[in-house]
T-cell receptor
Framework: GENVEQHPSTLSVQEGDSAVIKCTYS??????FPWYKQELGKRPQLIID?????GEKKDQRIAVTLNKTAKHFSLHITETQPEDSAVYFC???????????FGKGTLLTVNP | GAVVSQHPSWVICKSGTSVKIECRSL??????MFWYRQFPKQSLMLMAT?????????EQGVEKDKFLINHASLTLSTLTVTSAHPEDSSFYIC?????????????FGPGTRLLVL
């Protein structure tokens, strides 16, 4: 089955700095890679996703890159703000109506 | 759009009792729903895939007789934790893809926190 590795497990940055979280996956059939943000006690919220036919996607301060050959994808957050502090999960899936396999999560702390 | 609700949000029960958790897609139909369990400071672990009109598919190591799943309609899936024990205490979250062109995307319910005494 799919295995998703996520690094780092914790990340602390100063407000305004950039944050990068990296994930690798094992299943070459995976073609959909979402990123979720989870605040304490709340549901995971989709923040950005990318499909395997695209190498990069950006939405304001958030961007995701995908390297299919190396089987890794990364989340980039620029100009971080204290409200970005949360746990971020990467995931991989084979696509339509298929299960998500999650990484172990990254606790991001943005210090004012 | 793509709103998923869960009920109840909190449940406390005695060891040995059964607990039913509902997951509803409010503004779309979902032929497939997913049930996850999340322990404190850990990731989401898929328990089972709920399929409307057919049996659920359970992940390895998940006891299907203990975690009963019923996908009664295109907008409702239920998870029943039978004979709950303290080790079943966890955060249970469902998700559903909204279908159509966005059927890879999964939207999560708010979760149900279960505490078994």
């Amino acid at each position: 089955g799919e295995n998703v590795e996520q690094h780092p497990s914790t990340l602390s940055v100063q407000e305004g700095d950039s944050a990068v979280i990296k994930c690798t996956y094992s299943d070459s059939a995976s073609n959909y890679f979402p990123w979720y943000k989870q605040e304490l006690g709340k549901r995971p919220q989709l923040i950005i996703d990318i499909r395997s036919n695209v190498g990069e996607k950006k939405d304001q301060r958030i961007a995701v890159t995908l390297n299919k050959t190396a089987k890794h994808f990364s989340l980039h957050i620029t100009e971080t703000q204290p409200e970005d502090s949360a746990v971020y999960f990467c995931a991989a899936s084979r696509g339509s109506n298929y299960k998500l396999t999650f990484g172990k999560g990254t606790l991001l702390t943005v210090n004012p | 759009g793509a709103v998923v609700s869960q009920h109840p949000s909190w449940v406390i029960c005695k060891s040995g009792t059964s607990v039913k958790i509902e997951c509803r897609s409010l503004d779309f139909q979902a032929t497939t729903m997913f049930w996850y369990r999340q322990f404190p400071k850990q990731s989401l672990m898929l328990m089972a895939t709920s399929n409307e009109g057919s049996k659920a598919t359970y992940e390895q190591g998940v006891e299907k007789d203990k975690f009963l799943i019923n996908h009664a309609s295109l907008t409702l899936s239920t998870l029943t934790v039978t004979s709950a024990h303290p080790e079943d205490s966890s955060f249970y979250i469902c998700s559903a893809p909204p279908g159509g062109r966005s059927s890879e995307t999964q939207y999560f319910g708010p979760g149900t926190r279960l505490l078994v005494l």
